[in-house]
């Protein structure tokens, strides 16, 4: 289970200030500290860590090392730069180390030990933790289904999401997949590629998650599997939609666990709705209607109109909104921008929307977050004469 204080990493070489963090955190964090690269890997892979504080230069007076960019280096390499908080604490504050930390790795904070405020860097700290999410945001209790035919994996699998609070169902085959998730409500699957181990061409995780998406499922999933091509990844990430991919041969428990929590912190749900009379569900051509576009972090109800329900991460998004009319003749449509800011709370918006005087009119809407379109859904009105 996971520890009730949040755990913090400190990579540090030097001793005082092994002792400076202790003294400083071990009230309202859990205080891990590494002295090397390897310890610090180690702790990452079997500890559940929130923060990261990390010195420069891992070797006692020698400002040419260069330790801690490793280690952030291996935490891209390993795809967790983005899910982990990291704050540089050096007495090396060279401009050329500001810029990589911040530009590079991205980091939140760069702090001089020679010029260091306790207050300041608590402050920071505080600041990081609270920017990682936990599962209970979420607003119900996360559900989840595990499709892989090695009992051992399901057993590994379901212990490790039970730990985040999740609520687990199992599948060892395609067709009970498909039963289970055609029939409930997940938020998140675990696949394995091949559900058959006598079958070395067999794919049936990949079909399922196709499946999913050409029924217009609203599911993440993470593909946890032993075997798979460079151009089956490629494809599962581009064009099913998967979150991530984790090969079984160097499977990390600590690592699974964070890419869940992370995954199911920043599942949010859209919605839209055009404002109707009571005879019609469709644009009227002419009339000023208003659209409204709703993110909850609540699962909208099976067969809830007009809903998107695509789960995604929360942030910033781009609400594409065009008019097309078909009809040369027609005045020629428009294409609107608006950006939609998600937080920890249900949103909506409103926008007005003019459509052409005459002909047959398409209203398109899609959804994108980051330069990837999540959702598309159009609505077409023949013009009254």
Not at 27 to 44: G, K, P, W
Not at 46 to 52: E, G, K, M, N, V
Not at 94 to 119: H, I, N, T, W
Not at 145 to 159: F, G, H, N, S, Y
Request: net charge negative.
């Amino acid at each position: 289970m996971t520890s009730a204080k949040p755990k913090i990493l400190c990579l540090e070489d030097d001793k005082s200030f092994i002792e400076f963090y202790t003294d400083l955190f071990s009230s309202e964090y859990d205080v891990a500290c590494a002295t090397s690269l390897s310890e610090a890997e180690r702790l990452l892979n079997t500890q559940d860590i929130r923060l990261a504080l990390v010195d420069i230069s891992l070797i006692p007076n020698d400002s040419r090392d260069t330790g801690g960019f490793r280690f952030l280096e291996r935490l891209q390499s390993l795809g967790l730069i983005t899910d982990l908080p990291t704050i540089i604490v050096t007495a090396y504050e060279k401009p050329e180390f500001m810029r990589k930390a911040f530009r590079d790795y991205g980091v939140r904070d760069f702090f001089s030990k020679q010029q260091l405020s306790p207050s300041e860097l608590k402050k920071a700290v505080e600041s990081g933790i609270a920017s990682t999410y936990v599962v209970k945001k979420i607003g119900e209790t996360p559900r989840v289904l595990v499709v892989d035919d090695e009992a051992d994996w399901r057993e590994i699998l379901k212990e490790l999401l039970e730990a985040e609070g999740c609520e687990v169902d199992t599948a060892s085959t395609y067709e009970e997949a498909i039963d289970k998730i055609s029939s409930n409500s997940y938020h998140l699957a675990t696949v394995d590629v091949r559900l058959s181990e006598l079958d070395s061409k067999d794919a049936r995780g990949f079909d399922l998650l196709d499946m999913a998406k050409r029924i217009g499922l609203s599911i993440d999933s993470i593909v946890v599997s032993a075997v798979a091509t460079t151009d089956q990844v490629t494809w599962a990430l581009t064009e099913l939609g998967v979150r991530d991919f984790i090969g079984k041969t160097d499977f990390r428990r600590e690592y699974f666990r964070r890419r869940v929590r992370k995954l199911l912190s920043h599942l949010i749900y859209v919605t839209v709705e055009i404002e109707s009379d009571a005879t019609s569900t469709l644009l009227k051509v002419g009339k000023e209607h208003s659209l409204s576009v709703g993110i909850s972090r609540t699962r909208p109800q099976q067969g809830y109109p007009r809903s998107l329900a695509r789960p995604t991460a929360a942030g910033v998004f781009e609400l594409e909104v065009v008019v097309h009319p078909y009809d040369v003749d027609v005045l020629p449509g428009s294409t609107q921008f608006l950006t939609v800011m998600s937080d920890d709370s249900a949103e909506s918006l409103n926008y007005q929307i003019i459509p052409s005087t005459a002909g047959r009119i398409e209203l398109v809407i899609d959804l994108f977050y980051r330069s990837n379109m999540l959702a598309r859904m159009t609505i077409t009105k023949e013009a009254e004469e």
